[in-house]
């Protein structure tokens, strides 16, 4: 049960903050209309779906995690109890009705607004933050701990849904000027990089109690340390690709190839994240 979690919570996370990220760089990077357009909300529907799925799933681990069989799971007045008469539930609940209104848009005319579109991506962020560790405090200390998850949301959203955008204009770079391009998406990058980087280190700080939790080797620091060690790679290589950018429309195989393994490492720290949202922190004394 506890795998299934770790995967489910996985899959949610990685679907949200992708349909957020690309609708944010959508204007950045795409002015005006594009032929990308089509694909781009093809993939979105298909990635609102998921989330739905995703999100139900969870919402069945939980309950028959907290119930202890699988049956109560599948129990109408079981998930009742757990939707309204717990933290988790109570948020879950308007997390997926806001899922399914974006599903539902995203099948009408009306999807063509950028704005309903970014407005409910940021409702299933925002409904994210208070799961998992986000949690863990009451009072101020607590609503600045879900708003400093929130924040940490944003960036890593914008910056994943991004790249995920940039690996689809890659692969059909014609009508497009990559310099320009990526020119923007740096210029962005600098300011997500420094939120998600601050945004971070204060979770480590209110969770742990220190500024890295110790040993290094174990448990919650051992998956720390390697969602750290992969954004440091991920830094690594657009670092490469911005001081290569002048020269990025004559080696664009090279350019596809880093900025998607780029984004799949983000990939990869997003699942570190889900199997952090499932172990306890280790305070340090």
Known sequence: MASALVLCRFLHFIVVLMLFGAWVFRPLLLRGESALDPRLARLSRWLAVV???????WL?????????TWDAAFDPATLQ???????????WR????????????LLTPLRASLVLRLVLGGLLLATLAPIGHGAMLDGIAGQLLILNQLVHLICVGAW????????MILRAPAEHSIRVMLQRFSGVGYGLVAGLLITGLINVRVLTGAFWPTPLFTGFALILLIKAALVVTMLGL????RLRIDDCEQRLPALRTSVMLEWMLGIGAVAAVSLLGTLPPMISA
């Not at 994943?160 to 690996?167: D, N, Q, R, T």
Request: aromatic content about 12%.
């Open 60 to 68: 069945v681990l939980i309950t028959a995690s907290m119930a202890g």
């Open 81 to 91: 109890l757990v939707l309204g008469n717990t933290f988790f539930g109570q948020v």
């Open 238 to 241: 657009a670092f490469f690709n």
């Open 51 to 57: 989330a739905l799925a995703s999100g139900v799933c």
């Open 160 to 167: 994943l849904g991004g790249l995920m955008l940039l690996v």
């Open 94 to 105: 308007w997390h997926l009705l806001f899922n399914l209104i974006l599903v539902a848009l």
